[in-house]
């Protein structure tokens, strides 16, 4: 599974309308406008600090991977873009989150619209107790899409662009939860794509999965770039390096996380400017 | 070898289990069989559907069957959505006074025996709401039973969804309704089920409460405004009140286990159903 | 939207279980600003026709016959759930269960009405009179085990399997494994069953009411009659009138100030438990 | 959403239920439905009589709850039911109501069929109950303790047992206390030492149908069904339907059914003493 970073690596602007096909063919990249843009931001659970002082700006189209030790607020830093902070008992965020113009962090906003907007994929394969079709349908409908022709569509699609059509397309009332782990995330990536998100968050979306299936979701990751900002964390830092065009490292000090350095991928591994980066990327303190 | 020294105490635990085991299962085949050899005699297609005569003792009890599933589906329709919705409010609320207050009465009424639910019921719907002697009085009085039961064991069954879920929901940008409805619901029905299962054991098994609610009549009910005699007033009457009823008791009693085996059947199919029908079919 | 509308239910429930307990005060008050609550603990004993309202041989009788039937029912049930989830042949599961339902559901007069017909004379023809505490122990013992079996059972059935298989790995025999690390991790789940069966065997009525003979004294042993708590409620209520029928209320105040105690201890000790 | 909407829906069903039920209630609490409510012993015997009436009076209902004799009496009182019930005479405070006797039943002590003891006069019977002879070889019997059986507080059995023995309740030194008619004899049945006191009727019909107990004579009477009727027994009771006042249109005729001798054969078919006329 090893694909050529340079061609990966290299940006040009996309045509306004595009599909996946075309970005197979590697026709493009990412662009350097930010699409989501992370002032300050701190987060705190039942009045303990746990992330400190975050400023970043994530770009259109992009992936960026955020690395780093467990503990050290990643998954903190990515819950709060899509404001699922807000269901953890305790949990308070300070800072500025703005997607698209929008401040994530005011209180009026419509987090469901947010949240329909910013797609997240988990650790664990969380599809619902449902049938394979019902999965990805039930948010469609929730979302006031009723045309049983326009569901069926996007259901195909979403489950086509995750590769997983061929595999599922007779049994899609069978149960989500019969499906091997590896189609499980795919699943739970095709529930989120057929939302059509702008952006998506995917929280060490491989470590629950083995080696072949973590290729195939990693390669569908790769995809995924261009049409969506992706905003990935892993422990796997050979990964951050294969699919990722920036990278952020978290590190803890004094036992509150704090963002080290970010930039472009290759830069961060390979000139790192910082000693912690250094000393981690290379695997003495990681 | 380290083996040696386990085996005489893992073969003493076997035999402790098994013999407990066979000790709870032999107790009540004793107690199941003698049910059944006492009241066999009186069980025909023509009890079921006949009415009482001479006080019980002879006759069947096609009314007090009506009566008593009546009562049980008042029960039921005031217990499952006023449950239901306590359950989610203290699951998914948890922390506000509300809901702590809620969930100790609760518990405390967990305590309160049946006579007093009884004398409750009928101060509270026969007397106040007017609603005298009924199959209402007494389906209203009951649910004041179950809803602690059910209550419980269904919020149980909500907090123990898994959290992956939940956000897993709250990600896709789904509103906590629709979560609800879709995923954390459907994950909870086996404990729904157990929790309305034991409910409805109770309902069914109870006699003090419904002697002052639903009262002693045993002809067959016109509406709900009617006093109807449950199955289990009916087997207390006959075992305690009148002379040489003790085999229509018997006969009664087998009835009541058969009734609670079939609704037991039909509630956990309805629940499956009703709640997890998405998983099986579009 | 949501929390207002379960929030709405929540409070007519609330409301539904306050007008309960207000019931319970408000038909027990006259006794206790009358008499003060101390009578109900002073005294020479249950006289209600001449005012004498002591509770306490009943509130014994009540502990003792709770504890008893705990005492049987809670080994048997955890151990016959240890048989059906580690010992039990496959085939032999579904239909132990079913039985446990069954039995979970049997109404307490039926219990009653076999211990007074099959129970009682044989332990009259042991030790007269045969109506005492062991027969109402025994009796209650027998209507909890099924919740207790079944409860445990689930408790047991939640522990991950990978816990199971980990003691597994480890070499441990099957006593091991049970003993060690499945109990343990249930033990909530296990203690939550046994509360549950507790404030069934002080709130059961009927049966106890036909096998426990029903004398009001503080039990010295296993063979006398005593009377709970629920049993004179049952049998005193219907005659009772003035403060006679507020002495009963008072002691319905009292069981569930007792179920209170025992829930709230429960909440400390599963509190505990998760921390 | 849908499932706010549904329970808000059953909920708003119920309430309407609820309301269509009470109005319904109301309606029906005219002339022509009759509530009876009290002693559970009378009740059975009730239902019967009020079947038969229903059949003879066609459009009419009777309903009968059962509860207790003090329950009869508060009911009658307040005007919850029409008629009401009590297996005893009216005590002195009662007198606002109205009793009308409908049938007698007899007491007798019963003793297990195994059980030598023939006979006890009174004052054996008191010295039993007061714990003064404890075994069965104090009266000539076999060596076997004794196993007193007693009547809960305030049910009329009780009180007209120890009104006649000129006993107070506090003086009874029981082994079992019962509620009902039923519980006595199957305690009697399951023990053979056991002493207890129960309805004649229920008695006969049990040794009849083969339960081991045999019932006492008392005072040299034996007590039978017809000796009661007879008024030769002198332990009984009277079984009393009761009325606020002088009963009218309804009650009046259903009291008067109930004391006609056309429900004769419905008293003796519930082991009761038929009116003697």
Redesign the interface.
């Known amino acids: 599974m090893m694909h050529d970073t340079k061609k990966l690596l290299s940006c040009a602007v996309l045509p306004t309308s595009y599909t996946l096909s075309d970005i197979e063919q590697g026709a493009a990249c990412c662009v350097p406008i930010p699409h989501i843009q992370v002032e300050n931001l701190s987060v705190s659970y039942h009045g303990k600090s746990v992330l400190e002082g975050v400023s970043l700006d994530i770009n259109k189209g992009c992936i960026t991977a955020l690395i780093g030790p467990s503990g050290c607020g990643k998954t903190s830093f990515l819950s709060t873009l899509n404001r699922l902070t807000d269901l953890i008992p305790g949990c308070h965020m300070q800072g500025r989150i703005h997607i698209d113009g929008a401040d994530v962090t005011d209180p009026r906003l419509d987090v469901l619209a947010l949240r329909r907007k910013v797609g997240m994929i988990f650790q664990k394969p969380n599809p619902f107790p449902l049938s394979i079709r019902r999965n990805i349908e039930m948010p469609l409908r929730e979302h006031g899409l009723s045309q049983r022709s326009a569901i069926d569509e996007r259901v195909e699609r979403a489950l086509r662009d995750v590769g997983l059509w061929e595999e599922v397309r007779d049994r899609l009332d069978a149960p989500a939860l019969a499906l091997s782990g590896g189609q499980q995330q795919r699943l739970c990536i095709a529930r989120a794509l057929a939302l059509e998100p702008s952006i998506l968050l995917m929280d060490e979306p491989c470590s629950a999965l083995d080696p072949i299936a973590s290729a195939v979701v990693e390669e569908l990751i790769q995809r995924l770039r261009n049409r969506y900002t992706v905003v990935i964390v892993t422990h796997n830092l050979a990964q951050a390096r294969r699919v990722a065009n920036y990278a952020a490292f978290f590190w803890m000090t004094e036992h509150v996380g704090k963002l080290i350095e970010f930039g472009r991928c290759q830069s961060l591994f390979d000139s790192p400017s910082h000693d912690l980066t250094a000393a981690y990327v290379t695997g003495i303190s990681g | 070898m380290l083996k040696n020294p386990y085996r005489l105490s893992d073969l003493l635990m076997t035999i402790t289990v098994w013999f407990s085991a066979a000790l709870v299962v032999g107790a009540f085949f004793w107690l199941l069989s003698d049910l059944a050899l006492h009241g066999i005699a009186k069980l025909n297609w023509s009890c079921l559907v006949s009415a009482p005569e001479n006080a019980g003792r002879d006759g069947g009890i096609g009314p007090i069957l009506v009566s008593t599933l009546l009562i049980l589906g008042v029960a039921l329709l005031m217990t499952i959505p006023l449950g239901l919705g306590t359950a989610v409010y203290l699951s998914e609320y948890s922390s506000g006074a509300l809901a702590r207050s809620i969930r100790m009465s609760l518990d405390v009424l967990a305590g309160v025996p049946s006579i007093v639910f009884g004398l409750f019921g009928n101060a509270l719907f026969c007397i106040w709401l007017g609603l005298g002697f009924s199959i209402l009085s007494g389906g209203l009085t009951l649910a004041c039973m179950m809803l602690p039961i059910f209550i419980r064991s269904t919020e149980a069954g909500l907090t123990a969804v898994a959290t992956e879920w939940r956000h897993g929901a709250a990600a896709l940008g789904l509103t906590q309704a629709a979560a609800l409805w879709h995923v954390l619901l459907p994950a909870a029905a086996p404990a729904i089920t157990a929790g309305l299962m034991l409910s409805i054991g109770r309902a069914l098994a109870e006699t003090a409460a419904l002697i002052f609610t639903s009262g002693y009549v045993d002809r067959m009910p016109d509406s709900l405004s009617d006093s109807g005699r449950a199955l289990s007033v009916h087997i207390y009457d006959l075992s305690m009140n009148v002379t040489g009823g003790d085999q229509s008791a018997y006969g009664a009693a087998l009835v009541l286990i058969v009734l609670l085996v079939v609704i037991n059947n039909v509630a956990a199919s309805l629940a499956d159903r009703f709640l997890s029908q998405r998983i099986t079919t579009s | 939207m949501l929390a207002r509308v379960t929030g709405g239910i929540a409070l007519a429930v609330a409301v539904l279980l306050g007008l309960v307990l207000m019931l319970l005060v408000r038909e027990s008050w006259p006794v206790l600003v009358g008499g003060g609550w101390t009578r109900f603990f002073v005294g020479d004993g249950w006289f209600p026709s001449s005012g004498q309202f002591n509770l306490l041989a009943m509130l014994w009788a009540t502990l003792a016959a709770s504890l008893g039937a705990l005492l049987i029912a809670v080994p048997l049930g955890v151990l016959s759930a240890v048989f059906s989830r580690f010992y039990s042949p496959g085939w032999l599961i579904m239909p132990l269960r079913r039985v446990m339902v069954l039995l979970a559901g049997i109404p307490s007069v039926v219990y009653g009405l076999w211990g007074l017909t099959v129970l009682v004379p044989l332990i009259a023809g042991w030790e007269p009179p045969g109506a005492s505490l062991l027969s109402a122990i025994l009796i209650l013992a027998l209507m909890i085990l099924p919740t207790i079996a079944l409860t445990s059972e689930a408790a047991l059935a939640a522990v991950a399997t990978s816990n199971l298989q980990g003691a597994a790995a480890l070499g441990l025999s099957r006593k091991g494994i049970v003993l060690g690390v499945a109990l343990p991790a249930a033990r909530v789940g296990i203690l939550s069953g046994a509360l549950l069966a507790t404030m069934r065997t002080l709130g059961e009525t009927m049966a106890v009411l036909m096998v426990a003979g029903n004398v009001v004294q503080t039990p010295a042993s296993l063979f006398d009659p005593v009377r709970v708590l629920t049993a004179n409620i049952a049998l005193e209520m219907p005659y009772a009138t003035g403060d006679h029928r507020a002495a009963l209320f008072a002691s319905g105040v009292l069981l569930m100030l007792i179920v209170t105690v025992l829930a709230w201890l429960a909440g400390c000790v599963g509190a505990r438990s998760n921390a | ?4 909407g ?3 829906k ?2 708003g ?2 309430l309407a ?2 309301m269509a ?2 109005l ?3 309606a ?2 005219d002339a022509q439905k009759l ?1 009876l409510t009290g002693s ?2 009378i ?3 009730a ?2 009589i009020g079947k038969h009436f229903e059949k003879l009076n066609p459009g009419v ?1 009777v ?9 009869g009496v ?1 009911d009658a009182r307040v005007g ?1 039911a029409d008629v009401g019930m009590a297996s005893r005479a009216l005590k002195q405070e009662e007198r606002d109501l109205i009793a009308h006797r409908i049938a007698m039943d007899g007491i007798g002590i019963i003793l297990h069929q195994k059980n030598p003891v023939k006979s006890l006069n009174d004052d054996q019977i008191r010295a039993i109950y007061t714990g003064k002879i404890t075994n069965w070889q104090q009266l000539g019997g076999e060596d ?2 004794i ?1 007193v059986v007693n009547k ?4 009329s059995t009780l009180e007209l047992f120890l009104h006649h023995f000129l006993l107070k ?2 003086q009874i030194r ?10 006595g004899i ?2 009697v ?6 002493i207890g006191y129960v ?1 004649i ?2 008695a006969e ?2 040794e009849a ?1 083969g339960m081991p107990i045999h019932l006492l004579p008392m005072a040299g009477v034996p007590a039978t069904v017809a000796n009661v009727r007879a008024g030769r027994f002198p332990l009984s009771r009277p079984l009393n339907l009761l009325s606020k006042g002088t009963p009218t249109g309804l009650s009046k005729r259903f009291i008067e059914f109930a004391q006609s001798a056309a429900v004769d054969d419905l008293v003796t ?3 009761f003493v038929p009116l003697a006329r």
């Open positions: 959403m849908s499932e706010v549904d329970s808000q059953i909920w069903w119920i239920l609820c039920a009470g319904n209630s109301a029906l609490a509530v559970s012993t009740a059975p015997l239902l019967e209902r309903d009968v709850q059962s509860g207790g004799s003090t329950r508060i919850l076997r303790k196993t809960a507080e305030g049910r309740n506090p029981a082994h079992v206390v019962i509620g009902d008619n039923q519980q199957k305690t049945v399951g023990n053979v030492g056991a309805s009727g229920t019909y049990e149908h078919a519930q082991y």
